[in-house]
């Protein structure tokens, strides 16, 4: 069965930078439809950013400019580049496929406040 593990949340000031890293088991990222998504408390799951093929990027308007969404190939590991950011970004977050077809991993919190 595939697994995945998120990691690299914390607490950050406004303004400052998080990476978070996304492992699975049994599933190769560059050959797959990949995503981040996010859940605020309260709130609907949203897809933040996708990744296909490797290449292929796209992000929700919230987080263009800021986000960015990669895969190392070696390590088979994706990565959610997040720079300035907002309150508004405080999340759990979660990498799934784009069609959220493979078991939800625990996540990682993101909590931006000063």
């Known amino acids: 069965q595939v697994q995945v593990v998120e990691s690299g949340g914390g607490l950050v000031q406004p303004g400052g930078s998080l990476r978070l890293s996304c492992t699975a088991s049994?599933?190769?990222?560059?050959?797959?439809?990949m995503g981040w998504y996010r859940q605020a408390p309260g709130k609907q799951r949203e897809l933040v950013a996708t990744i296909t093929s490797g290449e292929t990027t796209n992000y929700v308007d919230s987080v263009k400019g800021r986000f960015t969404i990669s895969i190392d190939n070696a390590k088979n590991t994706m990565y959610l580049q997040m720079n300035s950011l907002k309150p508004e970004d405080t999340a759990k977050y979660y990498c799934n496929t784009k069609y959220q077809n493979i078991p939800w991993g625990q996540g990682t919190q993101v909590t931006v406040s000063s």
């Open positions: 049994r599933i190769t990222f560059r050959l797959a439809a």
